[in-house]
T-cell receptor, first 113, second 112 residues
Framework: DAMVIQNPRYQVTQFGKPVTLSCSQT?????MYWYQQKSSQAPKLLFH???????NEADTPDNFQSRRPNTSFCFLDIRSPGLGDAAMYLC????????????FGPGTRLLVL | SQQGEEDPQALSIQEGENATMNCSYK?????LQWYRQNSGRGLVHLIL?????REKHSGRLRVTLDTSKKSSSLLITASRAADTASYFC????????????FGQGTRLTINP
């Protein structure tokens, strides 16, 4: 089945220690997104790739970076995690324009110690 | 600022009853979508309704859209315990902010 896969499902890191979250998709969609979701809050868009074009949200901290080496994979790098970065990180894809249906992965829960 | 606001924030009903959730937004939209999120999981797309549509059905789900009032409602009929989840509306813009903007969600609990 075509899907969006996120690994790992749970990630524990130490304060200030770089961490990378992974996302892959078998849908062959052009657009991939990273959202941050804190408890009982709406998902907050961090950035997205339209093909190879990277688009950062204005309020995304510099601490967050992303890479998309090919159509199928996208990575979220947190260079120096702080306690406030503990959250669920959701990867999503869409076929084309951003306002169309998005398909989400199961998420990675990040814990910062 | 947040585009969609959902009401109520939490809803608890008995199994078999109908559940209605509402979403209001502020600017013109291309479409409005509803997503479900089970605890600790990703979001699952339920329905997309375009700005020129007024009502849409999918199984036990019914979505209405009133662009004059900038509001939408999601009705789940004959609720089941498995419907327990958070439900988010998301608006797709037509100019400028073409991204999806999510509301804060409604936490729905179905009691057996």
């Amino acid at each position: 089945d075509a899907m969006v896969i996120q690994n790992p499902r749970y990630q524990v890191t130490q304060f200030g220690k770089p961490v990378t979250l992974s996302c892959s998709q078998t849908l062959n969609h052009n657009v991939m997104y990273w959202y941050q979701q804190k408890s009982s809050q709406a998902p907050k868009l961090l950035f997205h790739y339209y093909d190879k074009d990277f688009n950062n949200e204005a309020d995304t901290p510099d601490n967050f970076q992303s890479r998309r080496p090919n159509t199928s994979f996208c990575f979220l790098d947190i260079r120096s995690p702080g306690l406030g970065d503990a959250a669920m990180y959701l990867c999503a894809t869409s076929r084309g324009r951003m306002q169309e249906t998005q398909y989400f992965g199961p998420g990675t829960r990040l814990l910062v110690l | 600022s947040q585009q969609g606001e959902e009401d109520p924030q939490a809803l608890s009903i008995q199994e078999g009853e109908n559940a209605t959730m509402n979403c209001s937004y502020k600017t013109s939209i291309n479409n409005l979508q509803w997503y479900r999120q089970n605890s600790g999981r990703g979001l699952v797309h339920l329905i997309l309704i375009r700005s020129n549509e007024r009502e849409k059905h999918s199984g036990r789900l019914r979505v209405t859209l009133d662009t004059s009032k900038k509001s939408s409602s999601l009705l789940i009929t004959a609720s089941r315990a498995a419907d327990t989840a958070s439900y988010f509306c998301a608006t797709g813009g037509i100019q400028g902010a073409q991204k999806l903007v999510f509301g804060q969600g409604t936490r729905l609990t179905i009691n057996p």
